[in-house]
C-alpha cells in the first residue's frame, strides 16, 4: 500500500512566524512532489511542486525534498492569517509530467493567529 | 479562463437512487481525475484519462461506480445505486502535463 503521511495537526503558529509542515511517504519510485493548499469548503489549490533533491523556492515557500528519507516538507516564511488552511502533500509516479497518478496525504491543518 | 467546471454543485439524494456528476474539463489539458474527499479517508483518486481513455480505475471502489470521458470536454462520473457511504465531496481535476487543476467539487449527501 502506497503511502503519504502527515501529522494533521493543527499547527499553530503566530504571525509572522516560519511554519514547517512536513510529509514522509512510502513509494521509494516516487519521482514527483506537490504541495496543495484547501481552505475550508474549498478545493485543492496547488502551490509548489519539487522533483529533485533540495530546495525550491517560491515567494515566502520552500519545498524541501529528501529522497534518501523519503521525506518532503513545506516551510512557510512569514506567515499570515492568510496561511490559515490545510495543506496536502501528495506524491507521484516518474518523470516531472504531473498527469499520473498521485497518492494524497491526510492533510495538516496549519492555523496562523495574529 | 473558466477553470474546470462541475455540475451539480450540491447534490442530495435518498439511498438507492442514481447519480451522475459532470465535469468539464479546462481546454487543452489532455489528463482528466475524479477523486473523492471526506474526512475520514481524505483524498482519494478514483479514476483518471489521458486523452479520453481511462487509465487507471483502481480506485472505483465498487461496480456502483463508473466514468466515461466520450469526449475532450466531458466526463461523468454515475454512482448506480447510491449509498448514504458513498456521501462525501467529489472533485473532478484536469491536467495538461504541469499542475494539477480541480474543480469546485460537487458534495454529495446519499440519505
Known amino acids: 500500500q502506497k503511502e503519504v503521511e502527515q501529522n494533521s495537526g493543527p499547527l499553530s503558529v503566530p504571525e509572522g512566524a516560519i511554519a514547517s509542515l512536513n510529509c514522509t511517504y512510502s513509494d521509494r519510485g516516487s519521482q514527483s512532489f506537490f504541495w496543495y493548499r484547501q481552505y475550508s469548503g474549498k478545493s485543492p489549490e496547488l502551490i509548489m511542486s519539487i522533483y529533485s533533491n533540495g530546495d525550491k523556492e517560491d515567494g515566502r515557500f520552500t519545498a524541501q525534498l529528501n529522497k534518501a528519507s523519503q521525506y518532503v516538507s513545506l516551510l512557510i516564511r512569514d506567515s499570515q492569517p492568510s496561511d490559515s488552511a490545510t495543506y496536502l502533500c501528495a506524491a507521484g509516479g516518474g518523470g516531472s509530467s504531473n498527469t499520473g497518478k498521485l497518492i494524497f496525504g491526510q492533510g495538516t491543518t496549519l492555523q496562523v493567529k495574529p | 479562463d473558466a477553470g474546470v467546471i462541475q455540475s451539480p454543485r450540491h447534490e442530495v439524494t435518498e439511498m438507492g437512487q442514481e447519480v451522475t456528476l459532470r465535469c468539464k474539463p479546462i481546454?487543452?489539458?489532455?489528463?482528466l481525475f475524479w477523486y473523492r474527499q471526506t474526512m475520514m479517508r481524505g483524498l482519494e483518486l478514483l479514476i483518471y484519462f489521458n486523452n479520453n481513455v481511462p487509465i487507471d480505475d483502481s480506485g472505483m471502489p465498487e461496480d456502483r461506480f463508473s466514468a466515461k470521458m466520450p469526449n475532450a470536454s466531458f466526463s461523468t462520473l454515475k454512482i448506480q445505486p447510491s449509498e448514504p457511504r458513498d456521501s462525501a465531496v467529489y472533485f473532478c481535476?484536469?491536467?495538461?502535463?504541469?499542475?494539477?487543476?480541480f474543480g469546485p467539487g460537487t458534495r454529495l449527501t446519499v440519505t
Open positions: 481535476a484536469s491536467s495538461a502535463g504541469q499542475g494539477k487543476y
Open positions: 481546454s487543452g489539458h489532455n489528463s
